[in-house]
């Protein structure tokens, strides 16, 4: 595997505050990229940087500007942003030039794994690892890890940061029965509880992450049963629920949250207005 100050191999950098589904859907393209140069799977990393202040700081000084992610590193140098990758194939060709071929064992679940991944398909005969851990600060995965995470585990975020017992609802709070788009593209049934000062994201009893009014910037309503709602400094919130739910978490965030309608089906906060 690849580790986060190695100069050997391709990091791909997320930062999950950051992540939107084309992100994830970006993230898969440039595996498959990689991994049709015939990169091993075991040269690429993907590194969650949300936390890693000197490698952001890293980045920005190498674009020149506000960087977009996914970015990427090669053999120990900063190359460039991910969306750039197909269009300079060429370039990258000559730099993973050593990298390509080079004999790595794989078990027989690894390649199973990686061949459904490339053919788009479902995998076979593969040994889920539900006992993966990976902490928090210094969040990195392997391919495989990442796609053992995003196929086989039901361990749904490897960024995940500890959970607490769900408290008693009390009368006051209204609790929604959703599906949720997490970082790198599963989908996860989830429960939303709003009570009158937060949110709890509740999965098996326990809250995966409690979230606050005050913080959220804009909620976009995507189609009749798709919201999107953005919060400072946390991954946005892709929502998925039946028509009538929508609608009525819609009514409660925009008027705990204090958003104000900003265009067409979006809501914005009003302090962040003024």
């Given at each position: ?195 009158p000062s ?41 929502i998925q ?34």
């Amino acid at each position: 595997m690849v580790e986060l100050y190695d100069s050997f191999g391709i990091k791909i950098y997320v930062d999950h505050n950051r992540t939107t589904s084309k992100v994830i859907d970006l993230q898969k393209k440039l595996f498959k990229i990689f991994l049709s140069r015939k990169v091993p799977h075991s040269l690429i990393s993907i590194f969650d940087i949300a936390y890693h202040f000197d490698i952001q700081k890293r980045i920005k000084a190498h674009s020149q500007k506000i960087p977009r992610y996914p970015y990427i590193e090669i053999n120990g140098k900063l190359w460039g942003e991910g969306d750039m990758v197909e269009s300079r194939i060429e370039e990258i060709d000559v730099l993973i030039k050593e990298l390509v071929n080079r004999k790595v064992e794989s078990t027989a679940n690894e390649k199973s794994l990686v061949d459904a991944f490339l053919s788009d398909t479902e995998p076979t005969d593969i040994e889920s690892k539900p006992n993966l851990e990976i902490g928090y600060i210094d969040s990195s995965l392997n391919l495989i890890e990442w796609l053992s995470y995003g196929i086989v585990s039901n361990i749904w975020n490897p960024w995940r940061l500890p959970s607490e017992p769900v408290i008693p609802q009390d009368s006051a709070d209204i609790e929604f029965e959703v599906v949720r788009t997490n970082w790198y593209g599963r989908h996860q049934y989830r429960t939303y509880r709003f009570t009158p000062s937060e949110i709890y994201r509740i999965h098996n009893n326990t809250v995966k992450a409690t979230l606050f009014y005050k913080d959220i910037q804009l909620l976009t309503k995507v189609d009749s049963k798709n919201i999107i709602i953005k919060i400072l400094n946390c991954e946005d919130q892709y929502i998925q629920a039946v028509e009538e739910d929508i609608s009525k978490i819609i009514e409660v965030v925009t008027s705990r949250a204090y958003l104000v309608p900003f265009g067409e089906n979006e809501w914005k906060s009003s302090v962040a207005l003024n």
